[in-house]
Every structure is written in C-alpha cells, then in structure tokens.
C-alpha cells in the first residue's frame, strides 16, 4: 500500500532526571526577541487569567505585531512604558491553538456555512483575529468620517490604529506610513517546516550589530528543486484519521516520513506552513478586505521559536513558491520574502519535566480550548473556542462564561462573522440598503464565492496564478 508504519521510539534516562520543557536555544536578534516578548506579554495578560490554574496542557501561541517607527509608537508619551524597547510593537491579533474539526463536522456545516472556525492552529486564529481587527479600523473610520453613532464593537483606543485611509480617497487604505507587519509563532509551523532534510541546518548567530528597532534583511537563495519528487516542497493536511484514505489520489515519495500530525492525503485542512506561504504570495489580508486596500499586506519577517531551523523554515513559507506569478492587472501581488527569525524567548522560562522514561513525539498533551484576542473589542477582548466544535464555549466554568453575556455561539472571527463586517463596510460605503435579518443570518459557499469573485476581482486573479504554480495545484 506505500503506507509506512512509524515505530515508537524511547528515550531512557536515570531516575531523577530532568530537562527544560523548552530546548535551550539562540535567537536571531534583538528584535526577534521584542515581537516574542510582546506577543507573549498579551498571551498572559489577556488569556492566561482565563485558563484553568490547574491547566497542564501544552500550548502554541500565534500573533500578528505591528511595528511603528520610533519615536512614533502607539505607546508614545513621558510614560515608563514608552521609553521600553517594546513600546514600538503592538499586537494585532493573537490566537493559541492547537486543534481542527474532523471531516463529519465540515462536511455537514452546508446550512450554517462558516459558523465554525474550523482550523484553530494558532496561527490560523492570529490571522483571523488580525483581521477582525482591521475591518474594526475600516468601521470606526467609515463611522467617524460620516459622523454616525458607533456600533459598540467598533470602539478602538486611540493609540491602536495601524490603518489610514488614502488621501482623497472615498475607501482605500493603506498602513500608516511606517508601520510594518511580522508574524510569531511560539513553535515551529506544522507541515513542510517541520521537514528537516533537504537543506543544510545550522544554529542561530545572535546579530549583536542590530537595534530592537532592526531586523536582517538579506535576499533569500533559490532552492534547488533536487528532491522535489521525494517531497522537498510536499503539501501536507492536518491530519484526520477518520476520514478513509483514497488509493486513487494518493500521493507517494518514496522514503517519505509524514511529520507528526500531518498527512499527504488523510485530512481536509492544509497545514500551517502551507497557509504561510500562501499569505506570502496574496497577503494577510484575505480576499474581501483587499477590496479596500491599495496593496496587499505581507509580513516583514516571521519569528519561530520551539524547533526552528532558518533554511528550513524559509523553503516552507516562501521560497518553494518561487515563481509565482500574479494574474492580476495591477502587478502588486508577488511572492513575498520576510525575514525569517529564531528567538531565544520562552513561553516556560523555568518549566522542567521529569525525564525517567519518555515516550519520543508522544508526550505533548494539548488542550482542546483555543483562544483568541484583537485590541478592538469593548465587550471583551478575548474569544474561548473549543477546538473540537469551532464554536464559543459558553460552558458553565465561571472564567469561561464571562466571554459573552448574550450566550452566543459563533467567534467573530469565523468566515460566518467576518463576511458580516465586510457587509457592514460595504453599506457604509456604499449606501446599499442593509440586508434583512434572516439574510444575515444565513451564508452558502456559493453566496460566498460569488461575492468574492465579483468584489474581490484582483485577488481572484492572483490566486489562480497561484493555484497554477507547480508546487500549489494540488491544493
């Protein structure tokens, strides 16, 4: 059959050993370190009061950081905070997650199309919540500039904006001028970088010559497609074991050693180092939002932590799109080449486990309850999603219950909800009438689809070019 079966492997170590649940580890520079440190200060202010004290499980946290020039920060006053070296970053969205929804539960979503996150790997949910966050921005400044009263959930803090609307123009956008987008990832994405073969891996030099407000930038190599047919650029699904494999369209390298968690054929849900590169070539905006902006919005670097390798990492989220082209007219769609950044921040600065006998890959236990947070919100700042449904939890945990007073069901960052807000800009913009509210109630993926593909026709077009790329047609 071509399948090959991963044998168990132990690890035997004296009685009373110990390690660091993290591997000690060299970051790449100072600033690498500031996005970490950020990104991990609003994981424990926002979402670590929320989690059960009593809580053992491992955990990934995903966050998207807009940097402002210096002296310029959104924390720019005579304050103590504002003269740290974190001042100039700001987190946009963040998620933490490990979990997707198996096949039954898309496969039977058609009546409640996008009700369901169904992927809350962190840094999928980070992504959502970053755009949650900029349609927020787009209200609040539609709102403002017409003088009307502002639905509660479109309230933002002044320092928070990373968004400006073009001069003399009615709804096109742009990043303020200065501020920059990166990505973090607590751990290496799931799927082709966690392939370590087919390059030569070395350790991380902390740049010392760099400032916090710096980052390397350095063009990056084209790989040499050499292993291609023993799975160098492979597509992988998260995978899900309750969906029967199909001999017919099954894909064989040979030798090939499927990473932990993931699958060639078995699953429904690409894998995040897929998706990463997919937003390197049409942006982190997705498809309705790019209607409002002028360009698309690509990440300056990515910071990895646990299991990070820099050759590898930069074949996985960029480099094997080499040669993407964009079928769009206005020629901004490219593949984008961020800088790719290790760091020596840690989630557990101190955490240590108990090393008598582990069982090698099998030991991580993750919790089902994801988690995700904008700055945007009124209401609350942060969403509990069970990751085994893709819905809120509104269970009877005294913590978790405060999420959301009304009982509601649907994150506002589900496709569902998102295509609500663009709904909300659309009117705005262009005085439609507003729809009733059995249609808003109600979304099909064809609805979908037949909206973007005549609201959104430039991103259209740059995804056909690169669905039409070697490496991404067997999406």
């Known amino acids: 059959s071509g399948e090959s079966v991963v044998p168990t492997q132990f690890q035997f170590h004296k009685k009373g050993s110990v390690r660091h ?23 424990r202010k926002y979402i670590v009061p929320l989690r059960s004290s009593d809580d053992t499980s491992q955990i990934c946290i995903a966050a998207i950081v807009a940097h402002f020039p210096p002296p310029f920060g959104p924390n720019a006053d005579n304050s103590a905070e504002s003269k740290s070296e974190l001042s100039n970053f700001h987190v946009v969205g963040l998620g933490v997650g490990t979990k997707y929804l198996q096949e039954y539960l898309i496969t039977n979503e058609s009546s409640d199309f996008g009700k369901r996150v169904r992927d809350c790997h962190a840094e999928v949910l980070a992504r959502r919540s970053f755009r949650r966050q900029i349609s927020l921005e787009i209200l609040h400044d539609l709102h403002s500039d017409r ?8 309230h933002l803090p002044a320092r928070v904006p990373i968004i400006e609307r073009i001069a003399g123009s009615k709804s096109t956008y742009q990043l303020k001028e200065g501020v920059t987008i990166h990505f ?3 751990s290496t994405p799931c799927g082709n970088s966690t392939i370590k073969k087919f390059t030569e891996m070395k350790k991380e030099k902390f740049d010392h010559s760099l400032h ?3 980052w390397p930038v350095s063009a990056h190599e084209r ?3 050499h292993s291609v047919k023993l799975g160098q650029f492979a597509l992988l699904l998260k995978r899900d074991d309750t969906i029967p494999k199909n001999s017919e369209c099954e894909i064989v390298y040979p030798r090939f050693q499927e990473p932990p968690g993931t699958s060639l054929n078995c699953g429904m849900i690409h894998s995040c180092s897929d998706k990463i590169c997919r937003w390197n070539c049409l942006g982190l905006q997705g498809s309705l939002l790019s209607r409002f902006f002028d360009k698309p919005i690509y990440m300056q670097t990515i910071t990895v932590g646990r299991k990070f390798t820099n050759a590898v990492c930069r074949r996985a989220i960029c480099c094997r799109a080499w040669g993407y082209k964009s079928s769009s007219s206005n020629g901004s769609y490219r593949l984008n080449h961020p800088s790719v950044m290790g760091t020596s921040v840690y989630i557990d600065e101190d955490g240590v486990v108990e090393m008598d006998q582990t069982t090698y890959g ?4 993750f919790e089902s309850l994801c988690w995700v947070y904008w700055p945007g919100m009124v209401e609350c700042e942060v969403e509990c999603i069970d990751g085994t449904t893709g819905q809120l939890r509104l269970g009877e945990d005294s ?3 405060l999420i959301d007073n009304q009982q509601r069901s649907v994150s506002k960052v589900s496709t569902f909800a ?3 807000t663009y709904r909300q800009i659309k009117h705005l913009v262009h005085a439609i009438p507003q729809s009733s509210s059995t249609e808003l109630n109600k979304l099909s993926l064809e609805e979908l689809k037949a909206v973007k593909k005549e609201d959104s026709s430039e991103y259209d077009a740059a995804k056909e070019g690169f669905y039409r790329h070697r490496v991404f047609r067997t999406w």
Not at 26 to 41: E, K, M, W
Not at 362 to 365: G, R
């Open 362 to 365: 099998k030991n991580a236990i």
């Open 399 to 401: 913590n978790i219950s």
């Open 21 to 43: 649940v993290e591997k000690r580890r060299n970051g790449t520079c100072a600033f690498a370190d500031c996005v970490a440190q950020v990104s991990l200060a609003a994981y």
């Open 184 to 186: 973090y990832s607590s």
């Open 418 to 420: 998102l295509f609500g």
């Open 212 to 214: 916090a407000d710096e």
């Open 147 to 154: 003088n009307l009263d502002k639905p509660g959930d479109v």
């Open 223 to 225: 790989i040499a497609p």
